[in-house]
């Protein structure tokens, strides 16, 4: 009799193919950076996304915003990518859409509410971003950040959307609602009760969210542009809206000669860090580098991804109960089912029984209980009278807090065994993930007996892991095109059973720097220079992945930084070689004039265009005109010619 615990409570197979198929889908984002994604207001977003979850579960996010003069750029070289895997969360970095002097978010300018300017953007990033199934994002881990006067907009951020960011982490930031003059030098006083009171007003209805928010912030020790009084009256700030008070003592954070003195208020709701050694820069921790970008601290994500996901006090931490010893057995054709159930918060409300036929064609549930718990947390319950039949008993407890635990489960046969068949298999399916696939399903055996599952693909056969009923099994290098996998299920006296599945395999596009670029992969001045780097003149392959929001992107294997713009999903699908594109047809106009809108390249492949100056940008002319067009090879222009030959910029008059 064989136990197993769950997180599925099922009476048909189907369910777990299904979820291991949904599983796979936010890998279309993993291990890369989509730059420049034009999302939630924004035109101009660069995205990590991790292939690890946050110790919460799911991913979290954290959005983060630069400062005064600072290119978003300067974040992909800040070890972004390090705390996003080790902590499960995605990263944005936006580029602010209603910028003040010098490219700073306008902390000190506009009304500070839901619907004005970046609030706005910043509350449908996180919205948009969260609500897309692929990126796997909870709601409840969405964090801000940012520094100088980013750190200022992040923190008013969290004021004005408490309901929407559960931590905000300001570095070297003025406190909310200063003037552009505290931000240089100067230290622009506001007290702990102006503060509570910026802050709640700014929240408005939404002030209660505040009760459940964190707040870390941080300032370097060596910082001579923005005064370091900021980081004491922020936090200070931040516990007086949150009604804590500080600990004593401080503790060192990060090792070597990247670390931070760590300042804590009750239940970790504030952390105030002094970033030793760090002017005022971001804190990437060792290694970082950029425009306002250092190394010589901790990596202040990393430690944001640490803290916040250590005390948010949003998500459902209650594991619900859990059971142990569940045993079934069979008594004059009926079932006696035993076990305990222990919950470690609270106790134990009920026990629910499922007991499921399984040696039919169509799996069948035909009893469901339920029953409670003794002083020593046991349960005991018997069944009615059943056929004889192989059932699998399935049991999962509910606490105090109407919180299930994990399904347990047990295989149980009543009455005689029957005579000797081979296992039965179902629900065979098939998920893909660039070249490699998983192949699911459900195998039943009603001797008890069985071997083992393998599955043979075009490469190769590997053995499938079984789970109960459950099966499922991997093997990556496929070919591309129409693949078929083969399941063998075999029992011990060597009765064996096979189905098939087939799917489809993305083999990708594969050609050096310059087929990619021809092929609008990528372009000169998005995706080349990393691209390069990676492979230099070699041919490399590249597939087209979910970038969100109907979008797709260019990602070569391996090399997730070598990928291209966010573009219009083509629809070739993979496999075989690639095609190029059709250039485009000539639109029919009246008086005899053609027109065509198209990319600069295909311009000058159709002979509507000829280029000079450098092959890495070129300039682009009309034929027989000289007109100039904009953009570079990539720029995209509308011609027309009366004559086939003299083409103008421009549509047709």
């Not at 200070?236 to 931070?260: D, E, H, I, Q, R």
């Not at 209980?369 to 003794?374: D, I």
Request: with cysteine; aromatic share 8%.
């Amino acid at each position: 009799m064989a136990v197993k615990h769950s997180r599925l409570r099922t009476v048909g197979r189907a369910i777990a193919c299904t979820l291991l198929m949904g599983l796979a889908a936010p890998a279309a984002f993993a291990g890369s950076w989509q730059k420049n994604v034009s999302i939630g207001g924004f035109n101009k977003v660069h995205i990590y996304s991790p292939d690890t979850q946050s110790a919460l579960g799911e991913k979290a996010l954290l959005v983060v915003l630069h400062g005064c003069t600072q290119p978003i750029d300067a974040f992909l070289t800040a070890n972004l990518e390090d705390a996003a895997e080790e902590h499960g969360m995605v990263i944005a970095v936006p580029d602010a859409m209603h910028k003040a002097g010098f490219s700073c978010w306008s902390y000190w300018e506009g009304a500070k509410s839901r619907t004005s300017g970046d609030y706005k953007n910043l509350i449908n990033l996180a919205n948009t971003m969260t609500g897309d199934p692929a990126r796997g994002i909870d709601p409840n881990q969405v964090y801000i950040a940012g520094l100088s006067s980013g750190a200022a907009f992040a923190a008013q951020a969290g004021c004005v959307a408490p309901d929407v960011f559960a931590g905000v982490a300001p570095s070297a930031g003025p406190t909310i609602g200063t003037s552009s003059g505290g931000a240089i030098s100067t230290c622009e006083s506001v007290s702990t009760s102006q503060f509570k009171s910026r802050c709640e007003s700014y929240a408005g209805s939404y002030r209660s969210h505040l009760d459940t928010q964190l707040a870390v912030v941080g300032h370097g020790t060596s910082d001579s542009t923005v005064n370091s009084c900021y980081n004491e009256q922020n936090a200070k700030g931040f516990a007086t809206v949150y009604g804590v008070s500080k600990l004593s003592g401080t503790k060192t954070v990060g090792a070597g000669g990247n670390t931070a003195e760590e300042h804590l208020w009750e239940d970790g709701r504030v952390a105030m860090l002094w970033l030793n050694g760090l002017d005022h820069s971001w804190s990437g921790g060792q290694g970082a580098s950029g425009s306002y970008v250092a190394g010589k601290s901790i990596n202040f994500a990393s430690y944001l991804g640490e803290h916040f996901a250590q005390y948010n006090a949003r998500v459902d931490r209650n594991q619900g109960p859990e059971i142990s010893n569940l045993a079934a057995t069979p008594v004059n054709n009926a079932l006696d089912i035993s076990g305990t159930a222990v919950d470690a918060e609270g106790s134990v409300s009920e026990v629910a029984i499922s007991i499921t036929k399984i040696d039919t064609t169509n799996p069948e549930e035909v009893a469901s209980l339920t029953t409670s718990v003794n002083a020593s947390n046991q349960f005991a319950i018997t069944s009615a009278s059943l056929l004889d039949g192989l059932y699998e008993v399935e049991a999962v407890a509910t606490d105090n807090e109407d919180k299930a635990g994990e399904t347990a489960s047990v295989t149980v046969r009543v009455g005689p065994p029957p005579a000797d068949e081979a296992p039965t298999l179902s629900n065979i399916s098939a998920s893909t993930n660039g070249q490699c696939a998983t192949v699911s399903g459900s195998v039943v055996d009603v001797n008890q007996n069985l071997s083992s599952v393998s599955v043979e693909f075009a490469n190769g056969t590997v053995g499938a892991t079984v789970d109960g009923t459950s099966f499922s099994a991997e093997k990556c290098d496929l070919p591309g095109g129409t693949n078929t996998a083969t399941v063998t299920a075999t029992d011990s006296t060597n009765l064996s059973n096979t189905d098939s599945v087939s799917f489809e395999v993305d083999a990708g596009k594969t050609g050096d720097y310059n087929y990619h670029i021809a092929e609008g992969h990528i372009t000169w001045g998005d995706g080349y220079s990393a691209c390069y780097l990676e492979f230099g003149a070699d041919p490399f392959t590249m597939r087209e992945t979910s970038a969100g929001g109907g979008q797709c992107e260019w990602v070569a294997d391996g090399a997730p930084s070598c990928n291209g713009p966010v573009q219009a999903c083509s629809t070739s699908g993979g496999g075989g070689d690639p095609e190029p594109e059709p250039e485009p047809e000539p639109e029919p106009q009246p008086n005899d004039c053609e027109q065509v809108s198209a990319y600069n390249y295909y311009h000058k492949t159709g002979g509507r265009a000829y280029s000079t100056g450098s092959s890495w940008s070129p300039s682009y002319f009309a034929n027989g005109t000289d007109q100039a067009m904009s953009g570079s090879t990539w720029g995209y222009n509308t011609l027309h010619s009366t004559n086939g030959t003299d083409w103008s910029v421009g549509a047709c008059p």
